[in-house]
């Protein structure tokens, strides 16, 4: 089983802030995804991927195969931003079943 | 809009009540998931169907029982559940495979009492 980490658990930012979350993975994959978790619970997409890097708008992801590590970024940060950051891998030899990480709580504040 | 909608939002049960969570996406899609989501624990996988099969189920008590009539709906189904089935429930659905990215429901919160 892939097993995910995430740093840092917590995050808190002032608006206008650039902002990194880390995501670390212990066996080679695919692809990686990025979710976006708000307080309702909704769960959205932002990114999947599986080599160098994606934009869009605000957000950048980077991915590192040979680190087996990848990066969200966020620019210009502001208090809608705050969520939970979810990243997710597909186990081993089960590419229809995720592994997720515990999630970054971001805040944003004014 | 997520494309993925999940009813009810919020539903409070007593251990001996039996109710069912529903979830219905109308992206073409023809693999849909239940996802489990405990406090401060990642996201778990319950059960996949893929093009109206089951194809996992992740050691999930038999208290929970899903049901796929067609490639749009989902069902999970309680009965008997325990205090710590209190949790978020989370349906999501894809193209299928784990290239695909995963569209979610809203989620469903469920309390047991």
């Known amino acids: 089983k892939n097993e995910v980490e995430q740093s840092p658990q917590n995050l808190t930012a002032q608006e206008g802030e650039f902002i990194t979350i880390n995501c670390s993975y212990s066996v080679g994959i695919s692809a990686l995804h990025w979710l976006q978790q708000h307080p309702g619970g909704g769960i959205v997409s932002l990114f999947m991927l599986s080599s160098g890097k994606k934009k869009h708008g605000r957000l950048i992801a980077t991915i590192n195969i040979q680190e087996k590590h990848s990066s969200l970024h966020i620019t210009a940060s502001h208090p809608r931003d705050s969520a939970v950051y979810i990243c997710?891998?597909?186990?081993?030899?089960?590419?229809?079943?995720?592994?997720f990480g515990t999630g970054t709580r971001l805040q944003v504040t004014l | 809009e997520t494309g993925v909608t999940q009813t009810p939002r919020h539903l409070v049960m007593g251990m001996t009540n039996k109710k069912s969570l529903k979830c219905e996406q109308h992206?073409?899609?023809?693999?849909m998931y239940w996802y489990k989501q405990s406090a401060k624990k990642p996201l778990e996988l319950m059960f996949v169907y893929s093009l109206e099969e089951r194809v996992e189920n992740n050691s999930v008590p038999s208290r929970f029982s899903p049901e796929c009539p067609n490639s749009s709906h989902l069902f999970l189904h309680l009965h008997t559940l325990q205090p710590e089935d209190s949790a978020l429930y989370l349906c999501a659905s894809s193209s299928g495979g784990g290239g695909s990215p995963l569209h979610f429901g809203n989620g469903t919160r469920l309390t047991v009492t």
């Open positions: 997710a891998v597909p186990n081993t030899g089960t590419a229809s079943k995720l592994t």
């Open positions: 992206l073409g899609h023809n693999a």
